[in-house]
């Protein structure tokens, strides 16, 4: 049987990448110029990856032991740029390469939104995608004048309307608008553009957009929904929905198969939707330079800071004030990625302290093994992507940035050999590349 074909992307920030994780911290030195990422997406287009997707928040994390220290001294969170200003510039030097950023519903209108990635599609000939999150981050409120977030299903129910929206007003230009007519002198039909006049309960909005309609109409949607409201939102508008690799192959089995049912019920055909996991346990043995004992010590306390300052933010938990090296509290409660956090708690009921957790970078006994020779670890992944069935992995750049020439000169090339991703770009658009297969 021929392997599983799968896509694979690669997660990154704007920002400093490997400070904390790698010894080679001058890896992407630039990086605040943009000079470092339009590199990055140079190279993986070469090795023919399908996307690179940029995470984003908009604060400076003080979660863990109420202090901005972990974060700053790490580069966890902070400092960061605005990925959208540098999405065209990495489209300009690239040809093929999807160019996926976060961006969320909760600070954003949804007509600015929609005008924002409107103009990105046609700045990138229709590469763009958009990361839908809802934002859980109290600071990251309180930085736009609001006393707090919404609770976390009303985050959701509000997306949905405002997907809604955005996606009217992305239509609200019929194809065949510009006829550019020199004859008649018409620039515009204005026949085929059209107010939207929504009227919900969270937004109203005239329309319509006063861009032109762009290369995709639609940005290509991700999402990475894991509780079950998430799910229920990738499920309705996601076409890539994003999953943990932490529950290994039966978790993730189950998450496929969970979200695809999901988007049947809702009448969608769930090939549409593209189930891809973060494969955050990625090394490639022999390829890290030998540092002394006191070094390998440091980085490692480094490591186990950075992740427990990550944690602590995005599961929303102080984790400073429980004991690191006794029994895990099975009581530990959080208003953000819960499903993350249940991963750390079952780890901990099967006697995992939280050093021990996070020690492992913030991952769970029984995720996926991916250690070894590239050679090795794409043929892990390989066995891994069969038995799941699909759809693709999304590499966690910040474990890897040190190791970006392993990644495009051995390890794609050996996953190529293995039949498993693309060789060649197909498609005009990000869309159709990720409906390929
Ligand atoms: C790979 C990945 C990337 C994410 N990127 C962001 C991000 O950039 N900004 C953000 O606020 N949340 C981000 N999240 C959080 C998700 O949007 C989502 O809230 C989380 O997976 C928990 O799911 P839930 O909201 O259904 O509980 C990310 C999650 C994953 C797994």
């Known amino acids: 049987m ?203 909005c005239r329309g319509p957009l006063n861009s032109l309609r762009s290369p995709q109409t639609v940005p290509f949607l991700s999402q990475a929904g894991a509780s079950d409201r998430g799910r229920g939102f990738a499920a309705k508008n996601a076409e890539m929905v994003i999953g943990l690799t932490a529950g290994g192959i039966e978790g993730m089995k189950e998450y496929r198969k969970d979200i695809r049912a999901r988007a049947e019920s809702m009448g969608r055909n769930p090939d549409d939707i593209k189930v891809i996991y973060l494969a955050n346990g990625l090394h490639f043995t022999g390829s890290e330079p030998v540092v002394d004992e006191a070094t390998s010590k440091r980085l490692e306390q480094a490591a186990f800071e950075y992740a427990v300052t990550m944690a602590a933010s995005t599961m929303d938990v102080d984790f400073s004030q429980y004991d690191m090296d006794g029994p895990m509290d099975q009581n530990m409660t959080g208003g953000g990625h819960t499903s993350a956090l249940d991963f750390v708690k079952q780890a901990g009921a099967q ?54 020439d392993v990644i495009t000169d051995e390890f794609v090339p050996a996953l190529q050999r293995l039949g498993a991703v693309r060789t060649e770009y197909t498609g005009r658009t990000l869309r159709e590349n990720m409906l390929e297969f």
């Open 2 to 204: 021929p392997n599983t074909k799968f896509h694979l992307g690669y997660f990154t920030k704007f920002g400093k990448p490997t400070w904390a994780l790698d010894s080679r911290k001058s890896v992407g030195e630039n990086w605040p110029d943009g000079s470092y990422h339009i590199d990055l997406a140079k190279k993986l287009e070469a090795a023919k990856l399908d996307f690179i997707l940029f995470e984003d928040t908009t604060v400076v994390a003080d979660k863990f032991g109420g202090s901005m220290e972990m974060d700053l001294k790490h580069a966890v969170l902070a400092p960061k740029n605005d990925p959208l200003p540098l999405l065209p510039l990495m489209a300009y030097e690239t040809s093929n390469i999807g160019l996926i950023s976060t961006a969320s519903t909760t600070f954003y209108e949804p007509f600015v939104l929609a005008r924002l990635f409107s103009t990105l599609d046609s700045l990138t000939g229709g590469r763009v995608g958009w990361n839908i999150v809802t934002s859980s981050e109290i600071n990251a409120a309180k930085n736009l004048g609001l006393d707090s977030l919404p609770p976390h299903a009303e985050r959701y129910s509000i997306a949905d309307e405002y997907v809604e929206l955005a996606i009217k007003l992305w239509e609200s230009w019929e194809e065949g608008a510009l006829v550019a007519d020199e004859k008649t002198g018409v620039y515009i039909d204005h026949t085929k553009v059209h107010t939207v006049d929504h009227v919900g309960e969270h937004f109203s």
């Open 351 to 404: 006697g995992a302290t939280l050093r021990q957790v996070f020690s492992n970078g913030g991952r769970a006994e029984g995720g996926l093994d991916l250690t070894g020779t590239p050679e090795e670890v794409a043929e892990k992944m390989v066995d891994a992507m069969n038995e799941v069935g699909g759809d693709g992995i999304l590499l966690e750049g910040g474990d890897l940035a040190a190791d970006i």
